[in-house]
């Protein structure tokens, strides 16, 4: 495949990676924080979710700030607690009532729906499914059945795994696709790929200037084929891509 159409793809998958949060929370010697974007209390001003890391012994709280029109924010008092070692957070309207939701991934393997309640404030905690770790997760339609479903990446049982959602804050398992090298921390982006309208998955290794992506075609009822045209390889032994 041409070199410079791998680069296409990949910088398709880069953009995506771009609007989704960042892949790990905050430590003592980096601030960076997971954070979404949503309208939260529904006044058609856009409002940020931020996972706000503990000091260590506690656990992390989700800060929830709402847009003011004039590119200002204001914090809301309520400050859920999340797990110790969040990775990843993602919004969508899980149970079907118009108003975003949040899903947040701990690397302990936990998965845990927030529930929106149309002014900014969140429902305790629920269970979604719970893994081994969870590193990434992206949402898509991916049975195109107009409810979003999620994709999770996972070290520790060197997997990616598709949760179908019932359009009632609820999944059931889905796909599921043993990465190739087990402990890989891979990164998953959803978009449609090849053009056939069914929302596809791209799984990044590395990063910078050492990344490989594996494409992963969608059927549009859940399920994926590996793409080895579209996906890419670095030789390890050159310094070229392959």
Not at 9 to 29: E, Y
Not at 107 to 112: A, F, R
Not at 149 to 159: E, K, L, P, Q, Y
Not at 173 to 189: C, K
């Amino acid at each position: 495949m041409p070199r410079l159409l791998h680069l296409a793809i990949f910088a398709a998958v880069i953009s995506t990676l771009a609007l989704a949060p960042a892949a790990r929370a905050a430590t003592p010697d980096n601030d960076a924080r997971l954070t979404v974007v949503a309208d939260f209390n529904r006044d058609g001003i856009a409002d940020i979710a931020q996972v706000v890391p503990g000091d260590g012994s506690a656990p992390a709280t989700l800060k929830i700030s709402l847009g003011n029109g004039d590119g200002g924010f204001r914090p809301l008092s309520s400050a859920p607690e999340l797990g110790r070692t969040p990775k990843a957070i993602v919004a969508a309207d899980f149970n079907g009532d118009g108003i975003p939701d949040l899903i947040i991934g701990d690397d302990d393997g936990s998965l845990k729906l927030f529930l929106g309640d149309g002014t900014g404030n969140f429902a305790p905690a629920q269970d979604v499914a719970h893994l081994d770790s969870v590193v990434s997760v992206t949402v898509a339609d991916f049975n195109r059945d107009g409810r979003p479903d999620i994709a999770v990446s996972d070290w520790r049982g060197g997997s990616v795994t598709v949760f179908l959602g019932d359009g009632n804050g609820l999944f059931r398992l889905g796909w599921l696709h043993r990465l190739p090298v087990p402990g890989t921390a891979a990164r998953v982006s959803a978009a449609d790929f090849n053009g056939d309208g069914n929302p596809d998955l791209a799984i990044i290794y590395g990063d910078g200037d050492q990344y490989t992506f594996d494409v992963m075609l969608g059927d549009g009822k859940g399920g994926f084929v590996h793409s080895p045209k579209l996906s890419f390889t670095r030789d390890p032994n050159s310094h070229c891509p392959a």
